[in-house]
């Protein structure tokens, strides 16, 4: 069980590499070294490597092949942009100035000034008239400075698309990324992001990645290779400029599978400006090539500036969304189901609507049958429904819920009220009260809804008492269902209500409405652990 020291700055290849005092310098040496079971490759903190790290080798059960971090300050850098000189730029006219670049293959373009994207023009004439801005056409790059300096002696940085990818686990199996920070890479391609983890076994942890064209990251099968039992947890990723921060995805590809996979305990949220960054899509290719038994818990998912959904679910079998904290700006539904698939579950999760975009539903899911929404709690306030079953979503359950200060409950589309089934919830403080929920094309109190849908004869409109609404800083909110709640063991069983490990959401008696697990609650499932 080897150890290996990478230092961008101080190393040299031609050193052993076995000690801090002697290390390598590239990354290119480290994809060209051969690896065992057990040994840990270190890249230096406080250092920035502008090369793709592909593992050479697999580990074992128990002894992984690891990538990590020594020493002391920012965690290691490991970039898919490219430095262009200030010296390689001339001046063209108004804000502008040109240089010489060609992008990379099925690359998307960027510029980044001081690390910060810059607004992509449609003309030179657009550049030359707009600080901060650039434009590409044939192999001339024009850019012009946030403050309109000159950038040939501003002193700024200035970054170009270099890689499609910052770390790729090549097919391999039980290898661990950890504490690395993976940005900037621009491929256009569903392949691509700053780590990408095709193999099994693997896991990735205590990362931070953002600012990427794709995925912060992504877990695949390929042509050959399954995608199975890897882990995301404990990380920070954000800000993916052109689509969603994760992927689960199982690709067009046969005899393999991408099962089994969980993303956990991770701070998961888009980006402030310039961004279309939803938060998570675990999908498949089709309905022959589905993602099986994912398991997404105990995740903090906030803030999507994406006019896509934020959470995705489609071409599944099997997902357990359970135990997050969804909440912040989103401008498009919150959580989504399409196309094809069966048994997802969405349940314990804490759901702040407040920031969910007017006339948006914070949960829309369609096409997918037998979605069960169980034991969570929906709180604030857009004036839309709280949860919508939309196109051939049939065979739904939803139960076991609190409905909180929400404006609209539920919405149960004509296709989709075959097997329907809702009841044993409650519902206090429901803003539009003249609109309680929508039976196919018409709106019901909560009175006329139970008649006329024929749910929710066990449904309830008293106080939760919930110990804490920490409206502001949601995840500060205290939601457990206390004993003396009139929610405490007041709902009925849901099949299927098992928690993170698999153990059944109750034991004994009734199980309680709201997100409650027997004793005082699982932390690990339900917060995100750091």
């Known amino acids: 069980m080897a150890a290996y020291y990478v230092h961008a700055t101080d190393g040299n290849d031609s050193n052993a590499g076995t000690s801090s005092a002697a290390p390598w310098q590239t990354i290119n040496k480290v994809n060209t070294s051969s690896f065992s079971p057990g040994d840990t490759i270190y890249f230096a903190r406080g250092e920035t490597w502008r090369e793709e790290l592909i593992v050479p080798d697999s580990g074992t059960s128990g002894n992984y092949v690891t990538f990590d971090a020594y020493g002391a300050g920012a965690l290691p850098i490991i970039s898919g942009a490219d430095v262009k000189a200030n010296s390689a730029f001339s001046a063209d006219s108004g804000f502008a100035y040109s240089a010489s670049y060609s992008l990379i293959a099925n690359g998307s373009m960027m510029v980044w000034e001081n690390g910060v994207r810059l607004t992509s023009r449609a003309s030179q004439a657009l550049v030359q008239a707009n600080p901060g801005s650039f434009y590409l056409t044939g192999s001339t790059l024009y850019v012009s400075a946030t403050d309109g300096s000159d950038i040939r002696s501003n002193g700024k940085i200035y970054e170009v698309p270099g890689r499609h990818r910052n770390v790729y686990t090549n097919g ?74 994760i992927s689960v995805f199982q690709q067009n590809v046969a005899t393999v599978t991408c099962a089994d996979n969980i993303i956990r305990y991770n701070d998961i949220y888009g980006g402030t400006v310039d961004t279309n960054s939803g938060l998570l899509t675990i999908h498949g290719a089709d309905g022959t090539h589905q993602v099986l038994r994912t398991r997404i818990y105990g995740n903090r998912l906030h803030d999507s500036l994406s006019s896509n959904q934020a959470i995705q679910f489609y071409d599944v079998v099997e997902v357990r969304f359970y135990g997050n904290w969804v909440y912040g700006t989103f401008s498009s539904n919150p959580i989504y189901t399409k196309t094809r698939g069966s048994g997802v579950f969405i349940m314990a999760n804490f759901i702040n609507m407040a920031g969910v975009g007017a006339n948006i539903d914070a949960m829309f899911l369609q096409d997918i049958s037998g979605t069960r929404v169980l034991h969570n709690i929906f709180y604030g306030q857009n004036g839309r429904w709280a949860v919508r079953f939309h196109t051939n979503a049939t065979n739904g359950l939803v139960r076991n819920n609190i409905f909180h200060t929400v404006s609209k409950v539920i919405n149960v589309d004509a296709s989709a009220q075959s097997g329907f089934i809702m009841d044993w919830n409650n519902a206090s403080d429901i803003t539009s009260g003249a609109t309680w929920g929508k039976w196919g094309a018409t709106e ?4 006329n809804w139970k008649t006329n849908s024929s749910q929710d004869a066990n449904t309830t409109e008293v106080d939760p008492q919930l110990p804490s609404i920490n409206a502001t800083n949601w995840p500060a909110s ?27 959401y109750y034991m004994g008696g009734r199980p309680t409405i709201g997100p409650f697990e027997y004793g005082s609650g699982d932390p690990a499932g339900t917060r995100v652990a750091r």
């Open 444 to 447: 019901y109190t909560f009175a």
């Open 478 to 504: 205290n939601l457990f269902v206390p004993r003396t709640s009139p929610m405490f063991h007041a709902g009925q069983h849901a099949q299927g209500a098992r928690d993170a490990r698999g153990r059944r």
């Open 172 to 245: 391999k199996d039980f290898v661990k990324v950890r504490n690395l920070h993976t940005i900037r890479t621009s491929g256009d391609d569903t392949t691509y992001g700053g780590i990408v983890v095709s193999g099994s076994d693997n896991i990735v942890e205590y990362v931070e990645s953002n600012n990427h064209r794709r995925h912060a990251v992504q877990i695949l099968s390929e042509t050959g290779i399954n995608g199975n039992r890897n882990i995301v947890q404990y990380s920070d990723l954000y800000d993916t400029w052109g689509t969603l921060v």
